[in-house]
C-alpha cells in the first residue's frame, strides 16, 4: 500500500514560479517511476513531467524549458519546479507512482492533486 501526498500548489501571476512536492510512504522496494500529471476545467488529464529509475526525465513540449522534475530517492519525493507559468498552466495537479512493493507485485498509486491556479 502506496500513499502519495501533494504540495505547494497556489495562486500565482503570470511569470511566477512554484514548487510542487509529492512525498511517498508505504511498503515500497523500489521507485520505477513518479510523474506529474494535471489536468485542467473541461480537459482530460496529461502528463507533465516523469522521472525513471535511473534518473532519465520527460517533458510535455507545453512546459519545456520551463519546468524541471526532480527526485530525492532517501525521501521518496518527486519535485516539478515550474517556473515562467502561463494561465494556461492552470490544473489541478497530480502526483503518480509505480512502486515495486512485492516480489511480484508492481503498485500504481495516485495522489489526491493540488491545485495551480496562474492569473494573467
Known amino acids: 500500500q502506496v500513499q502519495l501526498v501533494e504540495s505547494g500548489g497556489g495562486l500565482v501571476q503570470a511569470g511566477g514560479s512554484l514548487r510542487l512536492s509529492c512525498a511517498a510512504s508505504?511498503?515500497?522496494?523500489?521507485?520505477?517511476?513518479m510523474g506529474w500529471y494535471r489536468q485542467a476545467p473541461g480537459k482530460q488529464r496529461e502528463l507533465v513531467a516523469v522521472?525513471?529509475?535511473?534518473?532519465?526525465?520527460n517533458y510535455a513540449d507545453s512546459v519545456k524549458d520551463r519546468f524541471t522534475i526532480s527526485r530525492d530517492s532517501a525521501k521518496n519525493t518527486v519535485y516539478l519546479q515550474m517556473n515562467s507559468l502561463k494561465p494556461e498552466d492552470t490544473a489541478v495537479y497530480y502526483c503518480?507512482?509505480?512502486?515495486?512493493?512485492?516480489?511480484?507485485?508492481?503498485?500504481?498509486?495516485w495522489g489526491q492533486g493540488t491545485q495551480v491556479t496562474v492569473s494573467s
Open positions: 503518480n507512482a509505480v512502486t515495486v512493493t512485492g516480489e511480484t507485485r508492481v503498485s500504481h498509486s
Open positions: 508505504g511498503t515500497i522496494f523500489s521507485i520505477n517511476y
Open positions: 522521472i525513471t529509475n535511473g534518473g532519465s526525465t
